[in-house]
C-alpha cells in the first residue's frame, strides 16, 4: 500500500526540500501511522511518482527480489527521507537513520519505524497509572514553568523534540475538571478544540491555540489516557456513559510573544499594534461565525509574532458555543474574565454574547495605545460599571472615566488620552466605534449575522488600514 507524501513528483528533490517543517513532519507522521499497522512494517522502502510531474510522491514497501537493478531509485528513496527529517527539525533521527545506513542505500521498513517511534509523538496507545507516569510515557520532558494558580500549573514542554505547553488541572487535593458534552452551557475546551479543528471541519480556520490532546481520566480511577479532540468526543458519547474528568492538556506553542509583556518592553510599533488588533477582530469574528464567545480576551491571552505579522488568540478554557437548533443559547450569564477588560454586562450579571468579546478588544486597543495609562483607565472604567448602569452605554462610560478629575493632566492622568479620541486613524478613536457597537442589545447580538456586519464593518475602521 502506497503512503502518500506532501509534495509532488517531476523536480522532486526541490519539492520536497521546500516543504516547511510542519508538512515534512506531517508526511512522516503518515509513513509513522502505516508502518505502525499490523504487518506493515516490513520490506524495503522504496520512492516512485519521483519524476511524474504534478503527480504526489509515494513510498511503498518493496522486497529485495523486487529492487534488483534499482539503485538510482534507493538513492532517492534514502536522499528524500533524510531531507525529510532534515525539514521537520529531527536532526537526531536523520543522524540515526544516516547511521542505520552506513554506506547502503536501502532503508528498511522496521529501521524507519524505529526511528520514527522515538522521535515523532504518536499517543496511540499512551496510558499510565498516574498523571506522572502518562507524561513519561508520552516522552513529555518538562520545562520552565510559565504561571501557576488556584487551577493548576501551565509548563513548557518538549513532547518527541516538538515545543508544546501542558496544561495541568490536578492540584494535591483538586479533581480534575468535569468533562461534558453538552453546550447549552459555557462549553469546555475539549468540544471548542473538536468545533476549530481544520481537520475536523476543513475550510475553517481560526488563529486560537487549541488543544492538541487531552489528560483525562475516569472519576474516581487513577489510570490517565492521552486523547485528541475527536477521541474525546467518542469518549463522552460512548454507553454505558462515564464521568470522566480532563487533567491536563497538551498545546502547541504560540508563536511570538506575549502582548502584554511586548508592549511592557516597548517591543511594538504602531504598525505592530495595528497588526495586533486587526488580527485579534479578525479572529473573534471567525469565531462569531460558528458561534464561538472567547469571554476571557485581554492582552494576556494574545500572542504577537514580528516575523509573520500573526496574531494568535490562547486560554480557551471559558469559551461559550451556542447552537442554531437552541436560540436561548446565543448569549449567557454567567460571570468570568478579567474584570478590567469584562463587558458591564458580564460585571451585571445579565445576559450577553460576542459583544463581550469586541468590548475586550476595544479595551486591548486603548492599552496598546497608552500603555500603563489604556490600563488604569480600563479599571476606572470597571469601577464606574459597578457603581451605575452602563451596559448600553459604553461610549458614555469611556467619556465619564476619562473625564474623571478634569481637563488639568496634574489632577486627571486620562488627560492625555483626550486628543486621540478625536482622530481617526488613532485606536483610541477604534475603541470608542467598538464601545458604540458593544452596547447594541444582546438580542441584537444574538443574531450572528447582525454581529457579522458589525465586525465586517469594523474591519473597514481608518486605524486598521494600513498605510
Given at each position: 500500500?502506497p503512503?502518500?507524501?506532501t509534495?509532488?513528483g ?12 510542519a ?6 507522521q503518515k ?21 511524474k ?7 511503498e ?13 534507493l ?12 525539514r521537520?527539525?529531527?536532526?537526531e533521527?536523520?543522524a540515526?537513520?544516516?547511521?542505520h545506513l ?8 522496521a529501521?524507519m519505524?524505529a526511528i520514527l517511534?522515538r522521535?515523532?509523538f ?5 496510558r ?7 507524561l513519561d510515557?508520552?516522552f513529555?520532558?518538562?520545562g520552565a514553568?510559565?504561571?501557576?494558580g ?5 509548563h513548557?514542554?518538549?513532547?518527541a ?8 488541572f ?8 468535569p468533562?461534558?458534552n453538552?453546550?447549552k452551557?459555557t462549553t ?9 479543528s481544520r481537520?475536523?471541519?476543513p475550510?475553517f480556520?481560526?488563529?486560537?491555540i487549541q488543544p492538541?490532546?487531552f489528560?483525562?481520566r475516569?472519576?474516581?480511577?487513577d ?5 485528541d479532540p475527536?477521541?474525546l468526543r467518542?469518549l ?16 502547541p ?5 506575549e502582548?502584554?509583556?511586548?508592549y511592557?518592553r ?15 477582530l479578525?479572529?473573534?469574528m ?7 464567545i472567547?469571554?476571557d ?11 509573520s505579522?500573526q496574531?494568535t488568540l ?7 458555543k ?8 446565543a448569549s ?5 474574565g ?7 454586562r458580564?460585571?451585571?450579571?445579565t445576559?450577553?454574547?460576542?459583544e463581550?468579546?469586541?468590548?475586550a478588544t476595544?479595551?486591548t ?6 500603555g ?5 483607565l480600563?479599571?476606572?472604567?470597571e469601577?464606574?460599571a ?10 458614555e462610560l ?5 473625564g474623571?478629575?478634569g481637563?488639568d493632566p496634574?489632577s ?7 486628543p486621540?479620541?478625536k482622530?481617526p486613524?488613532?485606536?483610541t478613536?477604534?475603541?470608542v466605534?467598538?464601545?458604540e457597537q458593544?452596547?447594541?442589545p ?6 450572528r449575522a447582525t ?9 473597514q475602521?481608518p486605524?486598521l488600514?494600513?498605510?
Amino acid at each position: 500500500m502506497p503512503i502518500q507524501l506532501t509534495a509532488q513528483g517531476g523536480d522532486f528533490r526541490a519539492n520536497v526540500q521546500a516543504l516547511n517543517a510542519a508538512q515534512a513532519r506531517q508526511s512522516l507522521q503518515k509513513i509513522q501511522a502505516h508502518l505502525s499497522q499490523p504487518g506493515k512494517g516490513t520490506g524495503t522502502l522504496t520512492l516512485f511518482n519521483r519524476t511524474k510531474a504534478g503527480a504526489d510522491l509515494t513510498l511503498e514497501r518493496k522486497s529485495r527480489l523486487q529492487l534488483l537493478g534499482r539503485g538510482e531509485r534507493l538513492n532517492d528513496t534514502k536522499d528524500t527521507l533524510l531531507t525529510l527529517l532534515d525539514r521537520a527539525g529531527l536532526s537526531e533521527a536523520k543522524a540515526e537513520l544516516a547511521q542505520h545506513l552506513g554506506t547502503r542505500n536501502r532503508v528498511g521498513a522496521a529501521a524507519m519505524l524505529a526511528i520514527l517511534d522515538r522521535h515523532i509523538f504518536n499517543h496511540r496507545p499512551v496510558r499510565g497509572a498516574s498523571l506522572e507516569k502518562l507524561l513519561d510515557n508520552a516522552f513529555v520532558e518538562r520545562g520552565a514553568l510559565l504561571g501557576q494558580g488556584g487551577f493548576g500549573a501551565v509548563h513548557q514542554v518538549k513532547v518527541a523534540g516538538e515545543p508544546m505547553v501542558l496544561k495541568t488541572f490536578l492540584g494535591e487535593k483538586q479533581a480534575g475538571l468535569p468533562l461534558s458534552n453538552q453546550r447549552k452551557a459555557t462549553t469546555n475546551e475539549a468540544i471548542a478544540a473538536y468545533l476549530t479543528s481544520r481537520k475536523n471541519h476543513p475550510g475553517f480556520e481560526v488563529n486560537v491555540i487549541q488543544p492538541k490532546y487531552f489528560i483525562v481520566r475516569a472519576t474516581g480511577r487513577d489510570e490517565h489516557r492521552l486523547v485528541d479532540p475527536l477521541e474525546l468526543r467518542t469518549l463522552l458519547k460512548q454507553k454505558p456513559k462515564v464521568a470522566w474528568e480532563c487533567a491536563g492538556l497538551l498545546m502547541p506553542a504560540a508563536k511570538g510573544g506575549e502582548v502584554t509583556d511586548l508592549y511592557r518592553r516597548s517591543r511594538l510599533t504602531p504598525e505592530n499594534k495595528r497588526q495586533i488588533i486587526q488580527g485579534t477582530l479578525e479572529t473573534v469574528m471567525k469565531l462569531n461565525a460558528r458561534g464561538f464567545i472567547h469571554r476571557d480576551l485581554k492582552p494576556d491571552n494574545i500572542f504577537f509574532d514580528h516575523a509573520s505579522g500573526q496574531t494568535t488568540l490562547i486560554d480557551t478554557g471559558m469559551l461559550h458555543k451556542s447552537t442554531k437548533r437552541d436560540p436561548a443559547s446565543a448569549s449567557v450569564s454567567e460571570s468570568g474574565g478579567t474584570p478590567a477588560f469584562m463587558h458591564p454586562r458580564i460585571l451585571g450579571g445579565t445576559q450577553h454574547g460576542s459583544e463581550v468579546d469586541l468590548y475586550a478588544t476595544a479595551i486591548t486597543a486603548l492599552v496598546l495605545e497608552h500603555g500603563q495609562a489604556g490600563v488604569d483607565l480600563a479599571s476606572k472604567m470597571e469601577e464606574i460599571a459597578n457603581a451605575r448602569d452602563t451596559e448600553d452605554n459604553l461610549v458614555e462610560l469611556l467619556a465619564l472615566a476619562v473625564g474623571t478629575g478634569g481637563r488639568d493632566p496634574k489632577s486627571n492622568p486620562f488627560a492625555t488620552i483626550r486628543p486621540s479620541l478625536k482622530d481617526p486613524k488613532s485606536l483610541t478613536s477604534f475603541a470608542v466605534a467598538c464601545l458604540e457597537q458593544a452596547g447594541r442589545p444582546a438580542e441584537e447580538w444574538a443574531d450572528r449575522a447582525t454581529a457579522q456586519g458589525i465586525y465586517a464593518q469594523l474591519l473597514q475602521h481608518p486605524s486598521l488600514q494600513k498605510a
